[in-house]
């Protein structure tokens, strides 16, 4: 009869609920049933406990490489909204004090402040099409973009000749923990409330990435402490039959 596998995780978990894998001090008192099957199993049950530490590990790694590049995707998206919200807004806004005493700067203020949304000039920028592959596209001005949701790269319908003219569209890179907005759609937002989504998406994926490198380095060590219990119960079995095998060599020489 089988003997029946020990607990090997304990009760302790890190914050994101993974089980924490205790160091086997004494393994004469946690091997306190030296027999065989027992010892089996143990060290079938530690393989079962390092596969699945690995396994996290494998999907923590890969969540890691997703969020390093979807990070500077939403930091690029946002800087672009952020840059369309301050001029509309106008520079007035952002001037101190003391640069409100320069007369070069003052000279400047009164220009600009001619400059109301509706008359601001559109923007000339390239556009990406493709990886390798950009257009120029004119910016009107407007107070809203259009977000597109659920995928990292814009997908364009049929283009005119080039150049040619295109509403404001950012592509926004799909994010795993964003289970509401995992649709493949185009949803416009007014420039502030697309600032604010932006803003907490961009907060909620570098949480996830350091939340995600702890759990690595947790993980990590776990693997070890596992691969080191392994060992020790490994080691101490040899010796335990080495020493069985002596007496008994010992008892038949009597």
């Not at 607990?7 to 004469?28: H, L, Q, Y």
């Not at 390798?132 to 790269?153: F, I, P, Q």
Request: glycine content about 2%.
């Amino acid at each position: 009869m089988s003997s029946k596998p020990k607990t090997i995780f304990s009760e302790e978990r890190n914050p994101r609920g993974i089980p924490k894998a205790p160091f086997i001090a004494n393994v004469d008192e946690y091997m306190s049933d030296d027999s065989s099957d027992t010892i089996e199993t143990t060290l079938r049950a530690f393989q079962d406990a390092i596969a699945k530490y690995r396994y996290m590990e494998a999907n923590l790694t890969q969540r890691r490489t997703s969020l390093e590049e979807k990070i500077p995707d939403i930091r690029k998206t946002l800087d672009v909204v952020e840059f369309l919200q301050e001029r509309r807004e106008g520079p007035s806004k952002s001037k101190t004090d003391d640069e409100e005493d320069d007369d070069d700067d003052l000279e400047d203020e009164e220009e600009e402040e001619l400059e109301s949304p509706l008359n601001l000039k559109p923007i000339t920028t390239t556009y990406e099409l493709n990886d390798t592959l950009y257009a120029e596209a004119e910016l009107k001005e407007s107070d809203s973009v259009y977000l597109w949701l659920g995928v990292r790269t814009l997908p364009y319908p049929s283009l005119p000749s080039f150049p040619f003219t295109i509403s404001t569209a950012i592509s926004f890179p799909s994010n795993s923990n964003l289970h509401a907005l995992q649709a493949n759609v185009m949803l416009s937002y007014k420039l502030p409330q697309a600032q604010s989504l932006l803003t907490g998406r961009l907060e909620a994926a570098r949480l996830n990435l350091q939340n995600t490198i702890e759990d690595l380095e947790f993980l990590r060590e776990q693997l070890t402490i596992m691969e080191v219990n392994t060992a020790r119960v490994y080691n101490w079995d040899v010796k335990r039959r080495r020493e069985k095998r002596v007496a008994e060599e010992k008892e038949g020489e009597r």
